[in-house]
């Protein structure tokens, strides 16, 4: 099991940021995300930074901590301009760098090019092309490409990722679609649960729909002749009924239930004060220390 941290890009560099993501790897956290939007829900009026530019600066100010987008969606990228960015931030990092890739929803990024909000469909579409693009860029050398939704025309992308054959993918899916691509492409898969259980269902109706994902994320794999257990599963919480950072003891039981699900990354977002990731900094900083170690982990 491994215990992870999300960042949130609310602080300025100077103001505090640049300790975060420090103290984020003294914690030993086993990485640290952040979130890829434009801004989102309740922080779109206040501080907001971009994910990359966050990112590289993290990745100067630490060296053991992977570091990584949770999640990145084509909203508002495009693969050919996200694979040279995410090309030099591995080279940066020396290699600590997984992407977290999603389809993306409704938010304030759908409609912040001046674009109408995309279908569910239409996102399924655009994310399946994007991936399967994307995955090309990093690993070839030169890419062309004449797609639906994108275009590559002999795109360079030389020297390619310190990570071979390119740096992971984390693949948020629920719907089938989704898990497909996971299961081709990713080397992990990301879930924050069943969205409709968050605001009033019960901690055991969110384990049942897990563990009905994992069911379905095997059939995906077994679909395209892949073995499930090549995938890391990571639970981003913060999304379910469960409130695992409001004791130690309440995150060991947390972790051991998903652990038996067969999640084994969990990722916590760093406390944020008056907002909907507010906790007891010491219990957060508790559950870094010692959580995985009553697991066994």
């Given amino acids: 099991m491994r215990l992870s941290t999300v960042i949130l890009p609310v602080r300025r560099w100077s103001d505090g940021g640049k300790e975060v993501w420090q103290h984020a790897e003294e914690l030993g956290f086993h990485t640290a995300y952040t979130y890829d939007h434009l801004s989102w829900r309740s922080f779109r009026d206040q501080a907001w930074f971009g994910a990359i530019p966050t990112l590289t600066a993290a990745a100067a100010a630490t060296s053991r901590l992977r570091l990584g987008t949770l999640v990145t969606s084509p909203n508002f990228r495009h693969p050919v301009t996200l694979a040279k960015e995410l090309i030099s931030l591995d080279d940066i990092s020396e290699g600590r760098v997984t992407l977290g890739i999603g389809a993306g929803g409704n938010g304030f990024d759908a409609t912040a090019l001046g674009q109408n909000p995309w279908t569910p469909r239409e996102r399924a579409d655009h994310f399946g092309e994007f991936v399967t693009l994307l995955d090309r860029l990093l690993t070839q050398d030169v890419v062309s490409y004449e797609g639906e939704h994108y275009s590559a025309h002999e795109v360079r992308n030389i020297p390619g990722c310190v990570q071979r054959p390119r740096l992971p993918f984390a693949v948020a899916a629920t719907g089938p679609r989704g898990l497909k691509l996971a299961a081709r492409h990713g080397q992990a898969w990301v879930t924050t649960g069943d969205p409709k259980l968050y605001a009033e269902g019960t901690p055991e109706q969110s384990v049942a729909a897990l563990r009905g994902q994992v069911e379905r994320l095997g059939k995906a794999c077994a679909d395209v002749g892949r073995d499930p257990g090549e995938l890391r599963k990571i639970l981003l919480t913060g999304f379910t ?57």
Wanted: hydrophobic share 55%.
């Fill in 241 to 297: 009924p469960d409130r695992p950072l409001d004791s130690f003891d309440a995150f060991v039981d947390f972790a051991g239930t998903h652990a038996e699900l067969g999640f084994d990354e969990i990722v916590l977002h760093w406390p944020i004060a008056d907002s909907m990731f507010a906790a007891d900094v010491a219990v957060f900083e508790r559950i870094a220390a010692e959580g995985l170690g009553q697991l066994g982990a």
